[in-house]
């Protein structure tokens, strides 16, 4: 696709460089360019909760991975690797598209699965075209797995973080190497601290995302205490609470409908999300505003805590009344016959 040259138009924006598209047309392109930009994701795509504002450029599409038990989110789509020339174009979409925003485009989101699993040299080479037509962009960034981060030598992590990268965001999910495992996460606690104190050594900080009923039944208590844990020793500026919700892509449905993973009732996963609350000592957001909570809470720790707690006690005591399953089963499409 072209974009639209410069027209002799005097309906464009005033100080835009002569560019004087008119308004309906430049919205009409907006809209044609954010659908070639954004297609190849399907009907929806995830981005991190703390990057929500960001602008997105695609660089990859699905996860390299993709083998967690749990998941769903890039909907059986094929891990692929944009090329530059595609990256390119897609940064010079994007400049069309923000040139007439009124504030400067100051962040980026790297759209895909895991993009901080491209070499070094792309993802520098992305950084250089997109501060060279964004000149006042302050960061990069993107979602990560450990052992992207731990692919990378330390000097690899310096420069990058000297090239703009950022608030990357890791799932982490859990703390238990047994949860770990058994949600075929690829990767263990010892591997997610080392990713986690790699990155603080670079002075790059990032957010986690941790996932309630992640254990089912049998492993909760060793979920939240082990998950507590390692985070008490690390250093998110953010914490991102979900909730295990079963899609039905997800290979753990298997496990459900044979009985060998007991899901945690609604219930027990807002106990599960208070318990994890309680145990944690650092200074961080906790933000468990997450759609796929049964109720949101989001606030500064260590300040808020106590306040939080008070928050989550009372919806425990009103929710626990009846008709939070229900609820929860007609906004998930999900059973809880198990």
């Given at each position: 696709?072209?974009?639209?040259?410069?027209?002799?138009?005097?309906?464009?924006?005033?100080?835009?460089?002569?560019?004087?598209?008119?308004?309906?047309?430049?919205?009409?392109?907006?809209?044609?360019?954010?659908?070639?930009?954004?297609?190849?994701?399907?009907?929806?795509?995830?981005?991190?909760?703390?990057?929500?504002?960001?602008?997105q450029l695609p660089v990859t599409v699905g996860c390299r991975y993709g083998s967690c038990l749990f998941c769903d989110l890039n909907q059986g789509m094929a891990y692929r690797e944009l090329s530059l020339d595609e990256i390119s174009r897609n940064v010079e979409w994007l400049r069309f598209i923000h040139q007439r925003d009124?504030?400067?485009?100051?962040?980026?989101?790297?759209?895909?699965g895991n993009p901080f699993s491209l070499p070094s040299e792309k993802l520098l080479r992305i950084s250089e075209l997109l501060r060279n037509a964004f000149p006042e962009c302050e960061y990069l960034s993107c979602f990560s797995r450990a052992d992207d981060v731990l692919a990378k030598s330390e000097e690899e992590l310096h420069e990058l973080r000297m090239a703009g990268f950022d608030r990357l965001?890791?799932?982490?999910?859990?703390?238990?190497?047994?949860?770990?495992?058994?949600?075929?996460?690829?990767?263990?606690?010892?591997e997610n601290a080392a990713a986690m104190s790699a990155l603080d050594a670079a002075g790059m900080s990032y957010s986690v995302y941790i996932m309630l009923g992640l254990g089912g039944r049998e492993l909760s208590e060793e979920h939240i205490n082990e998950t507590a844990s390692l985070l008490?020793?690390?250093?998110?500026?953010?914490?991102?609470?979900?909730?295990?919700?079963?899609?039905?892509?997800?290979?753990?449905?298997?496990?459900?409908?044979?009985?060998?993973?007991?899901?945690?009732?609604?219930?027990?996963?807002?106990?599960?999300?208070?318990?994890?609350?309680?145990?944690?000592r650092i200074p961080t957001v906790y933000d468990g505003t997450h759609k796929t909570n049964a109720y949101p809470v989001k606030g500064h720790l260590p300040t808020h805590r106590e306040h939080l707690l008070r928050r989550l006690d009372e919806a425990i005591r009103r929710l626990s009344e009846g008709g939070l399953e229900r609820r929860e089963a007609r906004r998930w499409r999900n059973w809880f016959s198990e």
């Open positions: 696709m072209c974009l639209p040259g410069p027209c002799d138009s005097t309906t464009g924006p005033e100080g835009k460089g002569g560019i004087g598209i008119d308004r309906r047309d430049f919205a009409e392109s907006v809209k044609r360019l954010k659908k070639e930009l954004y297609g190849e994701y399907g009907p929806f795509y995830y981005v991190p909760m703390a990057e929500s504002r960001s602008v009124r504030r400067p485009v100051q962040r980026f989101l790297l759209a895909g965001c890791l799932g982490i999910e859990s703390g238990s190497d047994r949860v770990l495992r058994l949600q075929r996460k690829g990767v263990g606690r010892s008490n020793g690390a250093h998110p500026f953010e914490l991102t609470v979900v909730t295990l919700v079963l899609f039905k892509g997800a290979d753990l449905v298997k496990l459900v409908r044979e009985g060998k993973f007991k899901r945690l009732r609604p219930m027990e996963s807002l106990e599960e999300g208070r318990r994890l609350l309680s145990l944690l």
